[in-house]
């Protein structure tokens, strides 16, 4: 290793870049299968694979369904399960592996689009900074259509950057990429379905006006959009037999919810500024693991004014983040004698405004800092620029580059190490979702107590109820027990002899034998009970 690593005289910032590579391979890699996140979408998608695997369905012409609507996403990601499933084996975990070594990729193809603007130095700080990011490592750690997205969009941009910078003359391979870029990427989330045609458009009109050789140009621009089509076949010959249904549910998403009132567009305005300004801190700085795009949660209900004020500071100073690099981007894109450099300039610039409009309509009915995954990457080119100008205007200030690292670094770090402990101790599940582990410790209880029955009754509040049916059931089959879902007046059909479960907060130091009856209106008592971390279940006496 040592001999082959000598052959290739690799420079100090190549060696940096591997280090910073194997961090980021190890944080995305650790106690992978572990401390998966298990979601109910994730049971629903692994049950599909499993199905196509055994010959019960055929592959899927549509992906998953958007949150909250009628429209089905293009099937590529489950392709990529199924793929993935049919190497390593069906499971949770399996199915992850496409997010997981795209996620990886990212990383290198970061460094490499952030060296086309600025320093090697600066760029592997940067790309150092993305690697550890506690944000950018929990969407690697689970399977989800929304995970492999930053990698798609840097690639998109590159092709594209290349196709500006060389024209008719761009080669060949970051053709065949940019189409294979966006025809995966708007199968991936409805925010790319839109936002990268457009994109796509804007740059087209550029480059029709500024090309020589037309024909060159137009064979290459109908290989991106003929590649993107091929990838979507599936899709299409399905719209096709269904008379184009899902583009019609598509189309309803963005009419009953875009702002038709001027009190809500300017509401959906302020909403807007207010996730991208999150999005900026949480992907920086992972100062909490929290998705709400409203505020910061912890902060929020903490009922203590001085917090909420560090909230509010940290949601200001992410707000000033994205105002600054997007003028900065315009500042320098005029200030900028180099051509290429000017193009990045413009590319992410016309990126970052885009997809502000775009969420604009929908951020008021599901606002969720997830939805920002496209620009993942882009608060980490706007501190570049930041830190640039702070140097070009005071080189003396280098040693608040480094704190300004230094600072991010270690909150992340912090984050990371606060959600470790409480994987390691089986405490980090909630009402919302549960890692593989602490699943299979919950399902592994239920199935000691269910004792020889191949049936069980769940019952529990709505939101466990909801976040935990789908998993639970996924996890117990692969215990030959069948999970039926108990009604809200179940108590009137309690003479069952089938085990009676409930699902619920846990107790925490409170031992059960104190209450009387389960938590809710079902007046069932208490037979045994057992905390798991955040949750506890309940078995029931019939």
Same mark, same amino acid.
């Given at each position: 290793m040592l001999f082959f690593l000598k052959k290739f005289h690799f420079s100090r910032q190549t060696y940096i870049l591997l280090a910073i590579i194997c961090a980021g391979i190890f944080l995305r890699t650790y106690q992978f299968k572990n401390w998966l996140?298990?979601?109910?979408?994730?049971?629903?998608?692994?049950? %599909? *694979?499993?199905? *196509?695997?055994?010959?019960?369905?055929?592959?899927?012409?549509?992906?998953?369904?958007? &949150? !909250? #609507?009628?429209?089905?996403?293009?099937?590529?990601?489950?392709?990529?399960?199924?793929?993935s499933a049919k190497i390593f084996g069906s499971a949770p975990w399996t199915v992850a592996y496409?997010?997981?070594?795209?996620?990886?990729?990212?990383?290198? =193809?970061?460094?490499?689009? $952030?060296?086309?603007?600025?320093?090697?130095? %600066?760029?592997?700080?940067? #790309?150092?900074?993305?690697?550890v990011s506690f944000y950018a490592i929990r969407y690697s750690r689970f399977a989800w259509n929304s995970n492999s997205i930053p990698f798609f969009c840097l690639l998109f941009l590159?092709? $594209?950057?290349?196709?500006?910078?060389?024209?008719?003359? &761009?080669?060949?391979?970051?053709?065949? =990429? @940019?189409?294979?870029?966006?025809?995966?990427?708007?199968?991936? /989330? #409805?925010? $790319?379905?839109?936002?990268?045609?457009?994109?796509?458009?804007? *740059?087209? =009109?550029?480059?029709i006006k500024s090309s020589y050789n037309k024909i060159n140009f137009w064979s290459k621009t109908m290989a991106i959009i003929l590649i993107a089509l091929a990838l979507n076949t599936g899709q299409i010959i399905s719209e096709m037999r269904t008379n184009f249904f899902n583009t019609r549910q598509f189309l309803r998403v963005f009419s009953d919810r875009s702002p038709n009132k001027g009190s809500e567009l300017e509401k959906n305005i302020a909403l807007d500024v207010i996730c991208s300004g999150q999005a900026n801190v949480l992907f920086l700085s992972s100062l909490e693991n929290n998705d709400s795009c409203d505020s910061f949660s912890y902060f929020k209900y903490a009922g203590n004014p001085q917090n909420y004020a560090i909230s509010m500071l940290a949601i200001l100073t992410g707000v000033a983040l994205f105002f600054s690099g997007c003028f900065l981007s315009v500042y320098y894109f005029f200030q900028e004698i180099d051509k290429k450099r000017k193009v990045f300039l413009g590319l992410n610039f016309l990126w970052g405004s885009l997809i502000f409009l775009v969420i604009l309509p929908i951020v008021? /009915?599901?606002?969720? *800092?997830?939805?920002?995954?496209?620009? %993942?990457?882009?608060?980490?080119?706007? $501190?570049?620029?930041?830190?640039?100008?702070?140097?070009?205007?005071? !080189?003396?200030?280098?040693?608040?580059?480094?704190?300004?690292?230094?600072?991010?670094i270690a909150l992340n770090g912090l984050t990371i190490f606060s959600q470790a402990r409480l994987y390691y101790t089986k405490t980090s599940s909630t009402a919302i979702y549960i890692t593989w582990d602490e699943l299979n410790t919950i399902s592994d209880y239920i199935k000691n107590q269910a004792g020889e029955s191949k049936n069980i009754y769940l019952l529990g509040g709505a939101k466990y109820l909801q976040n935990y049916t789908k998993t639970l059931s996924y996890a117990m089959s692969k215990r030959n027990i069948n999970v039926l879902r108990g009604g809200k007046f179940f108590q009137k059909i309690a003479n069952t002899t089938v085990p009676i479960f409930f699902i @619920?907060?846990?107790?925490?130091?409170?031992?059960? #034998?104190?209450?009387?009856?389960?938590? @809710?209106?079902?007046? =069932?008592?208490?037979?045994?009970?057992?905390?798991?971390?955040?949750?506890?279940?309940?078995?029931?006496k019939n």
């Open positions: 996140y298990f979601y109910p979408d994730q049971a629903r998608d692994v049950s %599909l *694979v499993d199905d *196509v695997l055994s010959g019960k369905s055929a592959w899927p012409m549509l992906g998953p369904i958007a &949150a !909250s #609507t009628h429209f089905k996403l293009g099937p590529i990601y489950y392709y990529f399960q199924i793929i496409p997010d997981l070594l795209f996620s990886i990729l990212s990383i290198p =193809l970061l460094y490499y689009f $952030l060296k086309k603007y600025f320093s090697i130095n %600066l760029s592997l700080l940067l #790309t150092g900074l993305y690697s590159l092709a $594209l950057y290349e196709f500006i910078c060389h024209k008719e003359k &761009a080669r060949w391979y970051w053709i065949i =990429l @940019g189409g294979i870029a966006s025809g995966i990427g708007i199968q991936l /989330h #409805t925010v $790319l379905l839109v936002l990268m045609p457009i994109f796509f458009l804007i *740059v087209f =009109l550029f480059l008021n /009915h599901n606002g969720q *800092v997830r939805y920002f995954l496209p620009i %993942l990457f882009l608060p980490f080119l706007f $501190l570049g620029l930041i830190l640039n100008f702070i140097s070009k205007n005071n !080189s003396e200030k280098i040693w608040l580059k480094k704190a300004i690292f230094i600072i991010l @619920g907060q846990s107790l925490g130091n409170k031992q059960a #034998t104190e209450y009387d009856s389960v938590p @809710g209106d079902y007046n =069932l008592e208490i037979e045994n009970y057992k905390s798991f971390g955040q949750i506890g279940i309940y078995k029931l």
